[in-house]
């Protein structure tokens, strides 16, 4: 059986989005930036064909036609540009358990606001683990 993905290009000033949304709950699942939309395609191809021989789901990524990721575009777009201030909708259906609680962490964060990972590493109640967070951030 085979999950269906969507994805769309997201044009920006200074780079491509690339984003990926599961077709049952419309959440985003995969965004990554580049400038060519050919490589940004094939590397999440790579991803997730990694992620298949993982858990033995296949997915499979379709070109969103329908307009069905307007929505999750768009809010992008004004996140992006800091207009958006709620939470894009999203799932994890990458990483780790330690990744997913790194990454809820970095949503917290503000837009025009730093962090640290070692301020990262103690709100996850992991103080040591500051290279573990630098890695997941990666």
């Known amino acids: 059986m085979e999950e269906r993905l969507f994805y769309r290009y997201l044009d920006q000033s200074i780079t491509t989005v690339f984003l990926v949304s599961r077709s049952e709950t419309g959440c985003l699942v995969y965004a990554s930036l580049g400038s060519n939309r050919k ?44 207009s958006f201030t709620g939470a894009i909708p999203h799932e994890y259906i990458f990483g780790t358990r330690f990744q997913r609680k790194v990454w809820d ?34």
Request: proline share 1%; aromatic share 8%.
């Open 105 to 138: 962490e970095l949503s917290k964060v503000k837009i025009g606001e730093t962090t640290t990972y070692q301020t990262i590493a103690q709100a996850i109640g992991s103080p040591k683990a500051c290279r573990a967070v630098g890695s997941a951030v990666g």
């Open 39 to 82: 490589e940004l395609l094939k590397i999440a191809q790579l991803d997730f064909q990694k992620l298949t021989r993982k858990t033995k789901v296949s997915y499979g990524l379709y070109y969103d036609v329908n307009d069905s990721m307007l929505n999750l575009e768009q809010s992008f777009a004004s996140y992006l540009d800091g």
